[in-house]
């Protein structure tokens, strides 16, 4: 099985490079590359016990592939196939597929790094591959977006750098378990990287206008398991101490109703799905040991929403609200908000249940009202008007990418079928009432705005560093 886990990482690489040799077949090349990801993670689940390779044992630089890694390893397979079936007809050239193949490549060796130094590298292949794909239009708008992501996912491995040489100057050893010993800063710097390279807390505010100027399958691919590449080594750190989960745990509080606060307020649709992007992954990071399925079931979720808001007449919900949607698009965007408000019968209602279970006390609160928020959020969605003779204009290959998207919140309920209570089935239901209400009688009526002046680049930087003075100040704490 090692030898099999070096010619998986491989392969999106060589397939990636191969394009570029046989253009004609760049399509079915990339959705190959999809598709060995996929049968990779389902050999993942079937293990008993993870697998480990040490490439350099003396430096502690070793890779990890075990059933977390697998729920975000098929994340990447299905997104990544998705998003390549749904540009199958459309103008996008050799280049844009080798781009996607590369950024999937280097996902995948992110979700089993377990040192600083390869997952550095995994992050920054990924980072120069997503910025080509942003940028991937090549107007003067895309361009700007793109720069401005790769200014501060510069800027955030800088941090996580001098992190990663303070743990092998304690240890001469890159192994997160390094952690533990090392001098408080290291932790903090190694922290700031990972949460602005994630997009969370306030670190994440250059998500949302990165995700939602991107062409629709880039936001997709970003929103659905990009910025995961970052947490899973967070959700990893957590696990070495329990003063190293204890802070995960927080930034995951804070970043769920941070991201839901906007997101209720939003009135751009690709805005609102973007600040969702961020509180869901305070979902993830709230609950280390279970984050893995919750990741799974929030990339499957927002790329079909990014898809399928790409095919709406509009990105205002207050137009949408008097211009009828065709009912054909508003079924899957129903399913899909019904999944990530955690409605019985799809898997977003399993991985909020399941995630419960291993909530603090002290956290239970803060997270329940999150979930109400969630639910507030996505009524925008659900309570559209739609009309079964209004035609619908969508990309030759909308339909299956949305099929395979959606199909995967109804297979995924199997993960966690404790998850149908009684009480847990009814906890459900009165978040999703209660959420419903205060959007009819209450958000619906008012008009609040959110500034964005927090998002400018020349406050992000302020806003990092305010981040990272947090950051000396909890693991100084504790």
Same mark, same amino acid.
């Given at each position: 099985?090692?030898? +099999?886990?070096?010619?998986?990482?491989?392969?999106?690489?060589?397939?990636?490079?191969?394009?570029?040799?046989?253009?004609? $077949?760049?399509?079915?090349?990339?959705?190959?590359?999809?598709?060995?990801?996929? #049968?990779?993670?389902?050999?993942?689940?079937?293990?008993?016990?993870?697998?480990?390779?040490?490439?350099?044992?003396?430096?502690?630089? =070793?890779?990890?592939?075990?059933?977390?890694?697998?729920?975000?390893?098929?994340?990447?397979?299905?997104?990544?196939?998705?998003?390549?079936?749904?540009?199958?007809?459309?103008?996008?050239?050799?280049?844009?597929?080798?781009?996607?193949?590369?950024?999937?490549? *280097?996902?995948?060796?992110?979700?089993?790094?377990?040192?600083?130094?390869?997952?550095?590298?995994?992050?920054?292949?990924?980072? +120069?591959?997503?910025?080509?794909?942003?940028?991937?239009? =090549?107007?003067?708008?895309? /361009?700007?977006?793109?720069?401005?992501?790769?200014?501060? *996912?510069?800027?955030?491995?800088?941090?996580?750098?001098?992190? #990663?040489?303070?743990?092998?100057?304690?240890?001469?050893?890159?192994?997160?378990?390094?952690?533990?010993?090392?001098?408080?800063?290291?932790?903090?710097? $190694?922290?700031? &990287?990972?949460?602005?390279?994630?997009?969370?807390?306030?670190?994440?505010?250059?998500?949302?206008?990165?995700?939602?100027?991107?062409?629709?399958?880039?936001?997709?691919?970003?929103?659905?398991?990009?910025?995961?590449? !970052? @947490?899973?080594?967070?959700?990893?750190?957590?696990?070495?101490?329990?003063?190293?989960?204890?802070?995960?745990?927080?930034? &995951?509080?804070?970043?769920?109703? %941070?991201?839901?606060?906007?997101?209720?307020?939003?009135?751009?649709?690709?805005? %609102?799905?973007?600040?969702?992007?961020?509180?869901?992954? &305070?979902?993830?990071?709230? #609950?280390?040991?279970?984050?893995?399925?919750?990741?799974?079931?929030?990339?499957?979720?927002? *790329?079909?929403?990014?898809?399928? #808001?790409? !095919?709406?007449? !509009?990105?205002?919900?207050?137009?949408?609200?008097?211009?009828? +949607?065709?009912?054909?698009?508003?079924?899957?965007?129903?399913?899909?908000?019904? *999944?990530?408000?955690?409605?019985?019968?799809?898997?977003?209602?399993?991985?909020?249940?399941?995630?419960?279970?291993?909530?603090?006390?002290?956290?239970?609160?803060?997270?329940?009202?999150?979930?109400? &928020?969630?639910?507030?959020?996505?009524?925008?969605? /659900?309570?559209?008007?739609?009309?079964?003779?209004?035609?619908?204009?969508?990309?030759?290959?909308?339909?299956?990418? @949305?099929?395979?998207? $959606?199909?995967?919140?109804?297979?995924?309920?199997?993960?966690?079928?404790?998850?149908?209570?009684?009480?847990?089935?009814?906890?459900?239901? /009165?978040?999703?009432?209660?959420?419903?209400?205060?959007?009819?009688?209450?958000?619906?009526?008012?008009?609040?705005?959110?500034?964005?002046?927090?998002?400018?680049?020349?406050?992000?930087?302020?806003?990092? !560093?305010?981040?990272?003075?947090?950051?000396?100040?909890?693991?100084?704490?504790?």
């Amino acid at each position: 099985m090692n030898q +099999i886990t070096i010619v998986w990482v491989a392969i999106p690489f060589l397939l990636g490079f191969t394009i570029f040799l046989v253009p004609r $077949i760049n399509r079915h090349l990339a959705l190959w590359g999809a598709l060995a990801s996929a #049968a990779y993670s389902a050999q993942l689940f079937l293990e008993s016990s993870p697998i480990k390779l040490n490439l350099l044992d003396n430096f502690g630089v =070793r890779l990890v592939a075990d059933q977390l890694s697998a729920y975000f390893i098929l994340t990447n397979a299905i997104v990544t196939a998705a998003v390549i079936i749904y540009c199958w007809r459309s103008d996008k050239t050799y280049f844009f597929y080798a781009q996607t193949l590369i950024i999937h490549g *280097s996902l995948n060796a992110a979700f089993i790094c377990a040192d600083f130094i390869s997952l550095y590298v995994a992050l920054e292949v990924s980072g +120069i591959a997503a910025f080509l794909l942003i940028a991937y239009s =090549r107007s003067d708008r895309s /361009i700007w977006v793109g720069l401005r992501y790769l200014f501060i *996912s510069n800027i955030a491995m800088l941090f996580y750098l001098v992190g #990663a040489a303070l743990v092998y100057e304690k240890h001469h050893s890159f192994n997160f378990a390094g952690l533990v010993d090392s001098p408080p800063e290291a932790l903090a710097l $190694i922290f700031i &990287g990972l949460l602005i390279k994630g997009g969370i807390f306030v670190s994440g505010l250059w998500l949302p206008l990165t995700h939602s100027e991107s062409e629709t399958p880039v936001s997709a691919l970003l929103s659905g398991v990009v910025v995961k590449a !970052s @947490v899973l080594p967070l959700l990893r750190c957590a696990f070495i101490s329990e003063d190293i989960e204890n802070i995960v745990r927080i930034f &995951g509080v804070g970043t769920a109703l %941070m991201g839901v606060s906007y997101a209720i307020f939003e009135k751009d649709t690709k805005r %609102m799905l973007a600040f969702h992007t961020i509180s869901q992954l &305070g979902f993830i990071l709230a #609950a280390p040991a279970v984050g893995g399925f919750y990741a799974m079931t929030h990339g499957l979720v927002k *790329s079909s929403l990014f898809l399928m #808001a790409g !095919s709406l007449p !509009s990105r205002n919900f207050k137009e949408l609200k008097y211009q009828p +949607i065709s009912t054909k698009i508003w079924i899957p965007l129903l399913i899909s908000s019904l *999944s990530i408000s955690g409605f019985p019968l799809l898997a977003g209602f399993g991985s909020k249940a399941l995630t419960t279970t291993y909530l603090l006390d002290w956290q239970e609160i803060l997270m329940n009202i999150a979930g109400v &928020g969630t639910t507030i959020s996505f009524a925008k969605f /659900i309570f559209l008007p739609h009309n079964q003779e209004v035609e619908i204009k969508t990309k030759p290959g909308f339909w299956m990418a @949305v099929i395979l998207l $959606i199909s995967g919140l109804f297979v995924g309920n199997i993960v966690y079928l404790e998850a149908y209570s009684s009480d847990k089935i009814v906890k459900a239901l /009165i978040t999703i009432a209660i959420g419903w209400l205060i959007y009819h009688f209450v958000i619906k009526k008012g008009t609040v705005y959110i500034p964005r002046v927090f998002e400018k680049i020349e406050h992000l930087v302020g806003v990092m !560093s305010l981040t990272l003075i947090l950051l000396f100040w909890m693991v100084f704490a504790w």
